[in-house]
């Protein structure tokens, strides 16, 4: 089955940037997405197609991709960006797949 | 607005059975997949499968198949992930998500997900 692996944790200064990587097996030839995860609250999406935001997502939120290597970068980290994030692609056998989700700290 | 309703808390002893809802407003519930997600205490996030409401096509994650069933009454715009016997490890939060399918998969609305406590 298809996996895709996150560091377990990230620690950044208030203003520093935070990047998060998620890799998978020829993840570069799917679209990954990313999720926030606050605790108390219901994911929301911050990335998706690898680098675009939704709407209402801060310009902070930026994503790339290359090889089999995801990166969820945030500029300028806020206090309020600390939470899990979670990468996930689709893949054909698997269908949806989650990273196993790493804790940005902002300390 | 687009929203996912779901049901309340539920706390069940093992054994028991379970069906949770999630009602989906403000779209067209036939055309889009919804897909549930688990989150056991202190884990991440696992996909369970997904169905689509229009005829009930349901995919399953290998990990879950056998071991829910996920339904949808599409007249109601609800959809539901049920056991038939609980235990102890069900413990965990159940997020519904509705995916949408344009230049790759995500799940773009969440539910406020529904706190399943199994425990004797």
């Known amino acids: 089955s298809y996996e895709l692996t996150q560091p377990p944790s990230v620690s950044v200064s208030p203003g520093q940037t935070a990047s998060i990587t998620c890799s998978g097996d020829k993840l570069g030839a799917k679209y990954a997405c990313w999720y926030q995860l606050k605790p108390g609250q219901s994911p929301v999406l911050v990335i998706y197609q690898d680098n675009k935001r939704p709407s209402g997502i801060p310009e902070r939120f930026s994503g790339s991709t290359s090889g089999n290597t995801a990166t969820l970068t945030i500029s300028g980290t806020q206090a309020l960006d600390e939470a899990d994030y979670y990468c996930q692609a689709w893949d054909s056998g698997t269908a949806m797949v989650f990273g196993g989700g790493t804790k940005l700290t902002v300390l | 607005e687009v929203q996912l309703v779901q049901s309340g808390a539920e706390v069940k002893k093992p054994g028991e059975s379970l069906k949770i809802s999630c009602k989906g407003s403000?779209?067209?519930?036939?055309?889009?997949?919804i897909g549930w997600v688990r989150q056991m205490p202190g884990k991440g996030l696992e996909w369970m499968g997904l169905?689509?409401?229009?005829?009930?096509?349901?995919r399953y994650s290998p990990s879950f198949q056998g071991q829910v069933t996920i339904s949808a009454d599409k007249s109601i715009s609800t959809a539901y992930l049920q056991w038939s016997s609980l235990k102890a490890s069900d413990t965990a939060m159940y997020y519904c998500?509705?995916?949408?399918?344009?230049?790759?998969?995500?799940?773009?609305?969440w539910g406020r997900g529904a706190l399943v406590t199994v425990s004797s």
């Open positions: 998500a509705r995916r949408l399918d344009s230049s790759g998969y995500r799940f773009d609305y």
């Open positions: 403000g779209y067209s519930f036939t055309t889009y997949w």
């Open positions: 169905i689509y409401p229009a005829d009930s096509d349901t």
